[in-house]
């Protein structure tokens, strides 16, 4: 597999930019989803909530991305009513586990990395998959992502790729 060395960081929370960051991927995970809910069942197709958390996280680090994976669905809520309110536990919890997941996969490969990202999205959506399915008590309900979303993985997976590769050296 082919890497691509990056400036990789790890922001910490008395810094301006771990904010402007995290407000940058929180307005990019704001507007993907109301895209992908024009079409139906888009949301639960493309998991548009999850795409900037992986970037932002890879890229700046897990405090940038725990931010941007509590704030952004908080956000949405509150904005659009989606996710649904019975929903959002448990996507703040696949999110805040992506944040840490990407953030430890970049520290790790220490470049872009397709197997790494790979790898973090595989890990969130499996630890992801059982806390829903513990706390929703139906396993039908919680391998939902792995039914229905696989599209929404692979944009992660290639798509989270690309944005990393093309801000790589910012």
């Known amino acids: 597999m082919e890497t691509t060395t990056v400036k990789l960081y790890s922001l910490n929370y008395k810094e301006t ?88 996969a970049a520290h790790r490969a220490g470049s872009i990395s397709l197997l790494a990202i790979i790898g973090a999205v595989l890990a969130y959506q499996v630890t992801g998959t059982l806390v829903e399915w513990a706390i929703e008590k139906d396993f039908f309900i919680a391998v939902q992502d792995f039914r229905i979303g696989i599209p929404g993985m692979l944009v992660q997976v290639f798509g989270g790729y690309a944005i990393l590769k093309a801000i790589a050296k910012l």
């Open 17 to 104: 930019k771990t904010y402007l960051f995290a407000s940058l991927f929180i307005v990019g995970n704001l507007a993907l989803p109301q895209l992908c809910h024009l079409i139906p069942g888009g949301g639960l197709t493309w998991l548009p909530i999850y795409f900037f958390t992986l970037i932002a996280a890879y890229k700046y680090g897990f405090r940038v991305g725990l931010l941007t994976a509590i704030l952004s669905p908080a956000i949405n809520y509150l904005l659009f009513g989606m996710p649904a309110l019975e929903a959002l536990p448990v996507i703040m919890i696949k999110s805040t586990m992506l944040a840490g997941a990407a953030a430890y």
